[in-house]
Nanobody
Framework: VQLQASGGGSVQTGGSLRLSCVYS????????MDWYRQSPGNERELVAS???????TYAESVKGRFTISRNKPEKTLYLQINNLKPDDTGIYYC?????????WGQGTQVTVSS
């Protein structure tokens, strides 16, 4: 397993979670690393991305609430999620890439109740 995501759970509206993605290959840091989510009945969507230099981009729907970060020595990608809303419910996946190949973690479930 090259990427292993964890940290999901069930929370109430307004709660917070910190998702982690441990990756096995340092080469992933030479390309953007991403967090995606897939809500029931919807396609997988990109929610946050971090470039090799550390630049961060976010989907409009999560700006100001989600923070992507990375700890290179620990080979871990994070997604801090604050002020959770029911629409944030879904399976969250981390993704790494190298040489045109994509590598996906197994996903971690986030459920937000109102």
């Amino acid at each position: 397993v090259q990427l292993q995501a964890s940290g999901g759970g069930s929370v109430q509206t307004g709660g917070s979670l910190r998702l982690s993605c441990v990756y096995s290959r340092t080469i992933f840091t030479f390309e953007p690393m991403d967090w995606y989510r897939q809500s029931p009945g919807n396609e997988r969507e990109l929610v946050a991305s971090i470039s090799p230099s550390g630049d961060k981009t976010y989907a409009e729907s999560v700006k100001g609430r989600f923070t992507i970060s990375r700890n290179k020595p620990e080979k871990t990608l994070y997604l801090q999620i604050n002020n959770l809303k029911p629409d944030d419910t879904g399976i969250y996946y981390c993704k790494g890439q190298y040489a045109s190949d994509e590598y996906w973690g197994q996903g971690t479930q986030v459920t937000v109740s109102s």
